[in-house]
């Protein structure tokens, strides 16, 4: 996409096609109809992405559509904290963070402008950012990327030499997303400085999803789609729009911004971090993502103190037993509450409402995304989620094994029939009646594999076809080189399986998990280029899940022995 048709800048300068932008002196720049005047011709030119920047100081005249007091809000350096000057039918809107015009704008400030949509959710149509910098950027802009549009800290990264070897390269299977969509998606600024309702109402409407799930969704279809085989500079336009992306919340996570309010409104958040600091390959931007605990799949995740295995729930503001019961018996209240005994997933019922709706899929496909390109995996391997993603695929729902009594039809049983065991606290009533099964919700057990809204035909596609590929530790192609052979070989062994750990001197920790997520047996040995085994049950028709720690992280395979 030439980045002509989506920017303009004022008295007649002619604009040259992507990556060969130069800077010119002009009287004011404009993007998606919102536009910047200066006092006098200024310095300006544009960013890898297509966004602008201009050197300052500089003193902006006016910003149109002007901003009337209510709409057509602009701020200098959005924050995470307090209200926002955006459109006043957003929440917590304040007039005075509007500055006056003229502005006399100085290196270091991004300057985002907005139009509305009239309604309240969401509140903003489109959205453009102007950057002011000291000096102009290296190669006029055009091989760097737009500084984060929120927050102080304004630091340049460059699209020069993108880790693009890295990606792999499959063949397409599916409903393959398109490249245009994905430009479409993220060639404009996606705005992610607010948590909670407030940033689901200033996504701006013309290119971002209103539903956080959904947002997850195309994040990691995006991914995804980088792992074909198209050439590097097919992709590179949704690849820099996408990075761009991965960059500005990187950021704003640092700003504080958390990404796991409420079941299922935000999943799906990590991955554009994990994606764009392997193709940047900046270990800062590694360290931090991996050690951050704020996503929804961090949170929503947990393994069960009583199940051992992971299961779905979050734990959310303190919220306790009584919580957890209420929403079961009333309807009403939080959905997606852990369930405090750590037995079975959480929620108003296993496998339904936000687990359901919102969070199972987008999970899987995040998993997907991370088994296919090893490289995310190797800096963030969260276990937990990886085998959660594998249980929901092939089982579904956990509500078995479950001891606790079922909930009754009012909340004045609460703690007499039902809930909290007041002899053993911390734990449950015991259901003491097995003719319509043992537990809360027996017949929930096993419902819904594979099954819940968000689901991707092309990552569904992309997964059948080629997750076994990995598991089987066969060669992954990939893009402008060829693969290097893997660390770890798993075999078939005489008593189970084999594993082979190429480098010495490294601890390995092997686990065997069943589809369930049982632990069947483990081992633990220091590599000597040797190969050891862990026991498998049983051969015939089974499937497991082998969980292999080592200096380099953790990584599952799902292991096949004989027919499926």
């Not at 060639?187 to 997850?216: C, F, Q, S, T, W």
């Amino acid at each position: 996409m030439n980045r002509k048709s989506r920017v303009t800048i004022g008295v007649a300068v002619m604009l040259s096609a992507m990556w060969s932008v130069t800077a010119e002196e002009v009287s004011s720049v404009s993007k998606n109809d919102l536009t910047w005047y200066f006092s006098e011709p200024a310095e300006v030119g544009q960013y890898a992405n297509g966004d602008y920047w201009v050197v300052g100081p500089v003193t902006i005249d006016s910003i149109t559509p002007h901003f009337d007091g209510s709409v057509y809000g602009w701020e200098v350096n959005p924050v995470a904290e307090g209200g926002q000057g955006l459109a006043q039918d957003c929440g917590g809107f304040d007039a005075s963070l509007v500055p006056d015009v003229p502005y006399t704008a100085s290196p270091g400030e991004s300057i985002l402008k907005t139009a509305p949509t009239g309604e309240t959710r969401p509140c903003i149509k489109t959205a453009a950012v102007l950057t002011v910098v000291q000096n102009v950027p290296t190669d006029s802009g055009e091989t760097v990327f737009r500084p984060p549009y929120a927050g102080s800290e304004k630091p340049s990264y460059s699209a020069a030499n993108l880790r693009t070897d890295l990606l792999p390269s499959y063949d397409p299977v599916g409903d393959v997303e398109t490249l245009e969509k994905i430009e479409k998606r993220y060639g404009d600024v996606r705005i992610e400085h607010k948590d909670g309702l407030l940033g689901r109402e200033l996504h701006p409407a013309d290119y971002m999803d209103d539903n956080g799930a959904d947002i997850g969704y195309h994040n990691a279809e995006a991914s995804m789609r980088f792992m074909l085989d198209d050439s590097v500079s097919e992709i590179r336009t949704a690849l820099v729009d996408y990075l761009q992306y991965g960059i500005d919340l990187y950021h704003i996570s640092k700003l504080g911004v958390v990404w796991h309010d409420g079941g299922g409104h935000r999943p799906g958040m990590k991955l554009p971090i994990v994606f764009t600091s392997v193709m940047l390959d900046d270990d800062e931007m590694k360290t931090y993502i991996a050690d951050q605990n704020t996503f929804s799949e961090d949170v929503g995740i947990y393994t069960g103190a009583n199940a051992g295995i992971p299961l779905y729930g979050f734990d959310k503001g303190g919220a306790g037993e009584r919580e957890y019961w209420e929403a079961i018996v009333t309807g009403e209240g939080n959905s997606s509450l852990r369930d405090p005994y750590g037995y079975i997933d959480g929620g108003t019922e296993p496998g339904g409402a936000d687990q359901f709706c919102c969070t199972s899929q987008p999970w899987k496909n995040v998993v997907a995304c991370f088994y296919l390109m090893p490289a995310l995996r190797e800096v963030s391997s969260d276990g937990e989620l990886f085998v959660y993603a594998e249980r929901w695929i092939e089982h579904g729902a956990w509500a078995q094994p479950d001891p606790c009594a079922p909930a009754g039809s009012t909340m004045a049983e609460y703690g007499v029939s039902f809930g909290p065991d007041p002899e053993n606290p911390g734990d449950c009533i015991r259901d003491t009646d097995a003719s319509d099964g043992t537990g809360r919700f027996p017949d929930r057990h096993g419902v819904n594999a594979d099954a819940g809204h968000r689901k991707s035909p092309f990552i569904t596609e992309m997964w059948n076809t080629y997750r076994s590929t990995v598991a089987a530790s066969k060669p992954i192609p990939t893009k402008n080189a060829s693969a290097e052979p893997r660390n770890i070989r798993v075999s078939v062994g005489s008593r189970g399986l084999r594993v082979h750990v190429a480098r010495s001197g490294m601890e390995v920790r092997l686990s065997l998990h069943d589809l369930q997520g049982r632990t069947l047996s483990t081992r633990t040995f220091l590599s000597d280029g040797m190969p050891r085994e862990i026991n498998a049950p049983s051969r015939v028709s089974r499937m497991y899940i082998l969980s292999i720690k080592t200096n380099d992280g953790l990584e599952t395979r799902k292991i096949s022995f004989g027919p499926k």
